[in-house]
């Protein structure tokens, strides 16, 4: 997953931090209503027309209700703590740690990259996985990239559901992991069960490591939600447009 556009999409996400290059804004976006006559729930839920995206999201009060708890909880828990663990720790160490954890996720891009018929990408990943397990140290150091020149292709199972055809559902402001509907939910699910943190840890371990990343994520962070938080007239808006938006775009290419 593009772990930096994640991080922009903190939006009240606290625990959802996973990149490269932030997302440009978004372009105009214009909400379903049930007025529309060329809308239906039938559908795929999303669809352009005229370079306009349409999102169907007749659970806005809720998901606003747990943007603001999302929020809350990363302005008032996660980045104070993600800021004394970036005081407390070198930067290099913490990039070594997200290598080491992006290392760990080598399958999730590999198996959906192979389910899309990508299979230079699945070969690739599968390259990097072996440069960086060995001469990267465990994934300490993104070797393949610095050295080959061999970088990470970005691909989920939430991708590979767009790529066959299956609707994105509702959208969705999941508690702590912020933006979502309802095939990247179950996406989700699936990507975590295809991540070797699952089966190398268990119970109380796995649950602190992945806040761990998270965290750790956070403090390489430069303010970026709060930089939205300060622009955006509707920071709940502007991130469920640039979501779905970059979702379209990550299926489409």
Not at 33 to 58: K, N, R, T, V
Request: proline fraction near 5%; hydrophobic fraction near 40%.
């Amino acid at each position: 997953m593009n772990r930096l556009f994640v991080l922009l999409m903190l939006l009240a996400c606290p625990l959802l931090a996973s990149g490269e290059e932030p997302v440009p804004a978004p372009a105009e976006t214009v909400e379903a209503s049930g007025d529309d006559e060329d809308f239906s729930d039938d559908d795929a839920f999303l669809y352009e027309e005229d370079d306009e995206i349409f999102i169907s999201d007749p659970l806005e009060p809720l998901n606003r209700g747990i943007f603001w708890f999302n929020d809350k909880l990363y302005f008032y828990l996660f980045k104070p703590v993600a800021r004394g663990y970036r005081w407390a720790v070198p930067e290099p160490w913490r990039i070594s740690v997200q290598n080491v954890f992006s290392n760990l996720t080598t399958p999730v891009r590999f198996v959906n990259a192979g389910l899309q018929g990508k299979f230079g990408d699945a070969g690739n990943e599968l390259t990097r996985f072996a440069v960086n397990t060995t001469l990267g140290i465990g994934g300490l150091f993104d070797t393949a990239k610095d050295h080959f020149d061999i970088r990470k292709k970005d691909e989920d199972t939430g991708q590979t559901l767009g790529y066959y055809g299956v609707g994105t559902g509702w959208y969705l402001v999941l508690p702590l992991l912020g933006p979502s509907n309802v095939r990247d939910a179950v996406g989700l699910l699936a990507d975590s069960r295809l991540n070797l943190l699952y089966y190398l840890t268990e119970g109380r371990t796995y649950w602190a490591l992945v806040a761990y990343d998270k965290v750790n994520y956070l403090s390489l962070d430069k303010d970026t939600y709060e930089g939205i938080k300060r622009d955006a007239l509707d920071p709940y808006l502007f991130i469920r447009d640039a979501f779905v938006q970059y979702r379209q775009n990550k299926i489409e290419n």
